[in-house]
């Protein structure tokens, strides 16, 4: 869960700085693929960027004698009336009207130089109104002389300015519009343009001309001067459109209050769109089951049957279940039906815990008629075991809910399962992380306390095989079986969590996340990562140590990959650069997770990428062969690189990391060719997996940083803006879109300019 969000964020952090880094340092490899070269004539001046006025240029004195030729702003109609008359008048009377001429030259040139002195003078002194009126008078004066037509321009890029500092924003706009007219890349200009539209609000169409700036200053082999504004803005978009979205859902599912405080019966799932919403990738699914410890207590299936015994079971129970006569009594329904559903949750926790995550949902979903007969006009029943049952059943209905972006379904399911069975610990913690999605952070802290306090039923005499009750300390309450068969027990699998310890360390592990919480201003708390893996080593890792349950090694397993994820991800969306402290504990934590599951493949695809960050690129290409030889002997895998989506973009961004080392070493045509088949796995990954919300956003950046494909980035992130699952999130993505969409428009201009 934290990894999907980090990653999205580092790409756009780091993305973003190398993609204008990388164009301006490496223009000539960039042009070749999508940039033209284009020869903008650069300003004649520099201008002080304060006063943000141009200087008039003082002529020198033996030009005041010269004849103002072709100094006429008058129609040719007119010029041609007066060459004619000209011609028919005297030749004395010609020399007059030439020196007539002349001196009316000289009068406007007297005119134009005094007005431009008072202009300087009353700039200089900050009347910035009268300055306006003498620049309106220098205008009507410069088609009248030579030096004014050369700076007609200048003139109005000095009007604009003092219009914008009296904030008469409207004619400071119309002045840039003519100045642009004449000049499109008149850079002061836009950027004026863009400070203006940014104080009138117009935070897009700002944001827009500063990236103009930067493309025409890039263009002309010179570093941008706006790009921090527009960072700045683009973050700032991202969250005002974030907040926009939030808010909408948060009024939806809080639009009437007592149905989203409601404990009672949730709607069935057929009049929402749960069955047609498609699910987030199969790696997200993982990484969140994986937070949660009933998710490990399932695992034990694995090793005690098979997928084809339970359905076997499972169809055996259905059809008692559908052969049951009109007439049988309540007391028979409700048995056949919680055979029913006993044995889809023996389903649903095996298919959920080997990742086959759309299968499960979907028996899950076929049961849920059976499911919803053991109720009585919707009056929940009063058997505990049928009660803990239904229990999980809503659980696991609210987190295919969660996963499919129906928070407010997922919300009631929730509720409505922790009041069957206050003993489901699991459904606590997820309604705590829906209520943090969902930015209602004080509902996730009292249920965080509640846990940490030990207040609640947990620990109390609970029901066991014989009927008979008893106090435990056992690690899950699953673990008590009669025969030893999974199919003996009373209770659900990884219903509850009974060991005090285990349940502190899992609520902590997930409580951390409030410490790496965007705030509503998309900023983070002070030492948000340094307070979280404090946390996590502390309250987790330091009371399980030694632990050998797999509900603890899952947890410290867990808190060890979030470790990692914070200090290199989070770390970089937070603007800060990992240190060689943070790279020597992220190989530690790296370490101690394999010790903990040697089996699990995506922790040494995360020890190659971290390597990759540490630019021990051989390494981590020697990690990525060891994986993927694993995966063809254990997952029976032909061709990891091409079916496996995990390895794919685990690759990639090795890759990547390998072509930005070539690109800094000048190899370019070895890096473009390594970039080219970073893209072709990015595009192999989303025709696997379409939902992949990761890969969209790391082939996006690639497409725009490298390719300067700002229309495939921008279609990409359009695609992904659906699929978000946290308010961070979101805020990310649109952070890429808006960027994306203001360089596509900046990349259209100067290509259009180049064929002009």
Not at 565 to 571: D, F, I
Not at 604 to 609: K, N, P, R, Y
Request: glycine letters at 4%.
């Amino acid at each position: 869960m934290f990894r999907s969000k980090g990653s999205i964020a580092a790409w756009i952090v780091g993305g973003i700085t190398l993609m204008s880094l990388a164009v301006y340092l490496f223009s000539s490899w960039f042009s070749t693929p999508g940039v033209p070269r284009i020869e903008f004539k650069s300003p004649s001046k520099k201008v002080d960027p304060v006063e943000e006025v141009e200087d008039l240029e003082e002529e020198e004195d033996e030009e005041e004698d010269e004849e103002d030729e072709g100094a006429d702003v008058e129609d040719v109609e007119e010029e041609d009336e007066e060459d004619a008359a000209e011609q028919a008048a005297p030749p004395s009377a010609v020399r007059s009207e030439e020196a007539n001429k002349e001196d009316q030259m000289k009068v406007f040139k007297a005119q134009y130089d005094a007005a431009s002195k008072e202009c300087s003078a009353l700039i200089a002194s900050q009347k910035f109104a009268d300055a306006v009126d003498k620049l309106s008078e220098l205008i009507g004066l410069a088609g009248k002389v030579q030096r004014g037509q050369a700076e007609i321009v200048t003139l109005y890029n000095n009007r604009s300015a003092m219009f914008e500092k009296i904030q008469e924003y409207e004619k400071a706009l119309s002045d840039i519009r003519v100045m642009l007219l004449m000049q499109s890349d008149h850079v002061r200009a836009r950027a004026r343009r863009a400070r203006i539209y940014e104080a009138q609000g117009s935070l897009e169409q700002a944001v827009e001309e500063y990236v103009i700036c930067n493309w025409i200053e890039q263009a002309r082999r010179e570093m941008p001067t706006n790009e921090a504004r527009a960072t700045e803005l683009f973050k700032k978009i991202a969250i005002a459109q974030a907040a926009s979205k939030f808010t909408a859902i948060q009024n939806e599912v809080f639009s009437e209050s007592s149905q989203a405080e409601s404990t009672s019966l949730p709607p069935h799932s057929s009049s929402t769109a749960l069955k047609d919403r498609p699910l987030p990738s199969k790696a997200y699914t993982k990484n969140v089951l994986e937070t949660f410890p009933n998710t490990f207590t399932w695992r034990r299936l694995v090793d005690q049957t098979t997928r084809a015994n339970l359905v076997a079971k499972l169809q055996d129970a259905k059809d008692k279940f559908n052969l049951m006569a009109p007439d049988a009594e309540q007391m028979q329904r409700s048995d056949a039906a919680l055979e029913v559903l006993k044995a889809t949750l023996d389903v649903v926790q095996l298919d959920l815990s080997q990742d086959n995550v759309a299968a499960g949902f979907g028996v899950l979903r076929a049961a849920e008629d059976a499911a919803r007969s053991l109720y009585v006009e919707e009056k929940e029943p009063e058997d505990q075991v049928v009660r803990q049952h239904l229990s999980q059943f809503f659980e696991l209905l609210g987190t295919e809910a969660q996963f499919k972006s129906l928070p407010a379904f997922a919300l009631r399911c929730y509720r409505h399962s922790y009041a069957l069975s206050e003993l489901n610990f699991s459904v606590q913690l997820k309604l705590a992380a829906l209520y943090l999605e969902l930015d209602v952070e004080s509902a996730a802290v009292a249920i965080y306390e509640r846990l940490l306090s030990g207040s609640g039923p947990v620990g109390k005499e609970v029901a066991v095989d014989d009927g008979s009750a008893a106090e435990t300390d056992d690690v899950s309450i699953n673990s008590r079986r009669s025969t030893g068969s999974f199919s003996s027990q009373v209770l659900p699998l990884g219903l509850s969590l009974d060991s005090p310890k285990l349940r502190q360390a899992w609520t902590q592990l997930h409580r951390a996340a409030l410490y790496v919480q965007r705030q509503a201003d998309g900023k983070y708390l002070p030492d948000a990562v340094t307070k979280a893996v404090d946390a996590l080593e502390q309250l987790v890792l330091a009371p399980l140590d030694g632990e050998g349950s797999a509900e603890s090694v899952g947890a410290m397993f867990i808190a060890y990959v979030k470790i990692v994820n914070m200090l290199t991800h989070t770390k970089a969306s937070m603007e800060q650069a990992s240190t060689d402290e943070d790279n020597a504990k992220c190989q530690a934590c790296i370490q101690a997770a394999k010790l903990l599951d040697p089996e699990h493949d995506s922790v040494m695809l995360l020890e190659a990428e971290q390597l990759s960050h540490e630019s021990k690129i051989d390494e981590a290409l020697a990690v990525l062969d060891k994986v993927k030889r694993r995966m063809r002997v254990k997952k029976r895998i032909a061709d990891p690189e091409t079916t496996d989506v995990v390895f794919m973009v685990a690759k990639a961004s090795v890759l990547s990391a390998q072509a930005f080392s070539m690109l800094g070493a000048g190899n370019m045509n070895e890096a473009h060719e390594i970039f080219s088949e970073v893209d072709g796995l990015y595009r192999l990954a989303l025709d696997i997996d379409p939902t992949a919300i990761e890969v969209m956003a790391q082939q996006a950046q690639l497409r725009s940083m490298i390719f300067a494909d700002f229309d495939s980035a921008v279609r990409l992130i359009e695609k992904a803006v659906p699929l978000f699952r946290s308010r961070d999130e979101l805020q990310d993505i649109l952070q890429m879109l808006v960027t994306f969409r203001a360089n596509q428009r900046g990349l259209q201009f100067v290509r259009e300019a180049a064929t002009a």
